[in-house]
């Protein structure tokens, strides 16, 4: 295949991958996305296999996440380094991916390879680099689907990149890809279908606000719970709603627990905590009329922002008539917080988040759906309120029942369900991509140890 096909075929698979994404958003189109990419590295020598990895992803990331100039403001020096950084992740999956091509030829061997590669990669980029970013993934841009409460995203991708490498293969092989493909497709589409379980019976208020001002929560919080004649059981306010530690100002909080007793709700506040060293923490603050009944501190704090110290347990908080989760914003971008929450008994899950209007529309429409997916895996109702939105009601299977339109204040009111049962996912589904993550490593050196014996033992050949 000359260069320039393959050249037109990663630029096409980018351009496709770009379109999976918000603000488009096509879905359905996550199937196919990276089909032209496995075709144009299919028998290439590694070398050059990596320079169409890096531009795939330099165009890929470059455009998806081109929102960062928004939210590092005076520091558009920082997009370039932090797109290449991204797009080698992708160099390191097609080199890989280029030399068991060469190996294997077309079969089985190289589409298995394919997928085990590309989960390795997009684990350890999501979860454990240092810059870890779990967004623009295949699974994620296909949406919530049958594998998510089994396999959890990383699976979705797992079997996406399957399919697509299947494909790439010889005829019979490709007949397979297509009907898995086919069948993330039905299952993607049959999951959007399905009725939202019908037992809700806890009723929760959210409200969605760029002004941090307490009265202003108090007021936003009072014009619906004074009009609603059942009130309310949870009452949630965003990531920061009280950018300081609200116990120290003994007015305010003397306000909050009057609008609990007033309201005779739970309230999840967003605020913080004051250390004994000078530091604090980005807290979740549950409490009723009696006083503080949990709070939780965000463990996966933002990347460059004064985000406070991070915290390392992820509890569901006792109140006296539930367990809840109330993880915080970006502890949601990751797999660990919300499971470890569901494993230790929250039945549904309260979130404050944070996307400043300042951050625009991609920005926000893309970090939304990261919450759903989280949603399907640990089959748990989850409401999020945000500053500027998207404030949001997901149920179990990760539909988007409801929601308030970005960059507007006000309240969303809604009736969730609860519940005890644990997904497979939650359970052990989680350990997926560990092991494959382990197994793609393994892999990889193999091949490279393998290729070493073969030049040595080449050369030892021409030299006899």
């Known amino acids: 295949m000359h260069i320039l096909i393959r050249v037109a075929l990663v630029f096409l698979s980018a351009c496709l991958g770009i379109l999976v994404f918000p603000p488009i958003g096509w879905a359905s189109l996550a199937v196919v996305a990276w089909v032209p990419l496995l075709i ?3 028998g290439v020598k590694p070398s050059h296999g990596s320079y169409l990895g890096l531009c795939h992803g330099a165009l890929f990331y470059g455009v998806t996440m081109s929102w960062i100039l928004d939210v590092f403001e005076g520091a558009g020096h920082m997009f370039v ?5 991204m797009a080698l992740f992708t160099a390191f999956f097609a080199r890989g991916y280029a030399v068991a091509s060469r190996r294997y030829g077309r079969g089985w061997m190289t589409a298995l390879f394919a997928a085990v590669w590309w989960v390795a990669m997009e684990f350890y980029r999501s979860e454990l680099f240092y810059l870890k970013f779990p967004w623009m993934t295949p699974g994620l841009g296909l949406g919530p689907t049958w594998v998510s409460p089994i396999l959890g995203v990383c699976g979705a991708s ?92 003994q007015r ?107 951050w625009g529309e991609k920005q926000h429409f893309q970090h939304a759906e990261l919450f759903r997916h989280r949603a399907a895996e640990n089959g748990r109702w989850i409401v999020v309120a945000a500053t500027s939105g998207m404030t949001q009601v997901i149920d179990p299977h990760g539909n988007r029942t409801k929601s308030l339109p970005i960059i507007e204040e006000g309240v969303l009111t809604a009736e969730i369900g609860k519940s005890k049962r644990q997904t497979i996912y939650t359970r052990a589904g989680w350990l997926f991509p560990w092991a494959a993550m382990g197994a793609g490593a393994f892999w990889v050196l193999w091949l490279f140890f393998r290729g070493l014996r073969e030049k040595w033992q080449s050369r030892d050949t021409r030299i006899a």
């Open 40 to 42: 144009a590295l299919h």
């Open 252 to 358: 305010q909080w003397d306000q909050l627990l009057g609008l609990a007793e007033e309201t005779d709700a739970i309230l999840v506040v967003g605020t913080q905590t004051l250390r004994d060293d000078g530091d604090w923490h980005n807290t979740a603050l549950t409490l009723t009329k009696d006083g503080v009944a949990g709070e939780h501190y965000k463990n996966h704090t933002v990347h460059f922002f004064d985000d406070g110290v991070a915290g390392t347990e992820a509890k569901a908080v006792t109140t006296p008539r539930w367990k809840i989760g109330t993880p915080i914003c970006f502890d949601c971008d990751y797999q660990d917080v919300i499971r470890r929450m569901v494993a230790d008994g929250a039945e549904f899950l309260t979130i404050p988040s944070m996307d400043a209007i300042r």
């Open 158 to 249: 797992f079997l996406i990149i399957l399919g697509a490498a299947l494909l790439c293969q010889k005829k019979n092989h490709r007949v397979m890809g297509a009907v898995v493909l086919l069948l993330l497709l039905v299952s993607m589409w049959a999951q959007e279908k399905r009725e939202s379980p019908q037992n809700t019976s806890v009723r929760v208020a959210a409200v969605q606000s760029e002004l941090m001002d307490i009265d202003n929560y108090i007021s936003l919080t009072r014009s619906v719970t004074s009009t609603e004649r059942e009130g309310f059981d949870i009452i949630l306010w965003p990531e920061n709603a009280i950018f300081y530690d609200v116990r120290r100002d």
């Open 81 to 85: 380094p932090l797109i290449l950084i």
